[in-house]
């Protein structure tokens, strides 16, 4: 089942399966339309566009869905420390990595779990920045993950 909403950041197709959320997708959408036709009234999609607004408006800062994103064992324990980092938060690759118990060598594998992370905004990989201190690649575009950071940190888009 999937819906499309509108939000701050341009429209996003929300997919569940099974009961729980799959995916988050950015406009423009690139992935094919899931075989289910569209299921605004699905429960758990509703439940998710309704948290996406809030958090939108600043109202909600943690988000209390089903989740099933579906990737490999090392993506998983990847997008479960992404879960960690808070509302206005900020972690490096290498504090990620050294959260999984890893040095900084696996920077980039956790760079490239990130960026395969088909739940974004409520598995905050937006909040993943380079040891620097700058903004680094995001599937949604540099410009969203400006934005997400900037509501964070302000409170409102």
């Known amino acids: 089942m999937w819906t499309v909403i509108d939000s701050p950041i341009d429209e996003l197709r929300l997919v569940a399966q099974d009961g729980a959320l799959t995916a988050i997708e950015f406009s423009p959408f690139r992935g094919e339309l899931p075989i289910e036709e569209r299921a ?8 998710a566009a309704r948290q996406l607004d809030a958090y939108f408006t600043g109202e909600l800062q943690d988000f209390d869905l089903p989740l099933a994103p579906r990737g490999t064992q090392f993506q998983q324990q990847v997008w479960h420390q992404l879960v960690g980092i808070g509302w206005g938060e900020t972690a490096s ?12 060598a696996a920077s980039r594998a956790v760079g490239l779990a990130n960026g395969r992370n088909p739940i974004p905004i409520v598995i905050p990989c937006h909040r993943v920045i380079g040891a620097n201190g700058k903004l680094t690649g995001y599937a949604g575009g540099l410009d969203r993950k400006q934005k997400l950071l900037e509501l964070e940190s302000e409170g409102l888009f």
């Open 93 to 104: 690759y290498g504090e990620i990595a050294h959260r999984l118990g890893l040095t900084n």
């Open 40 to 47: 605004d009234d699905d429960p758990v999609l509703a439940e």
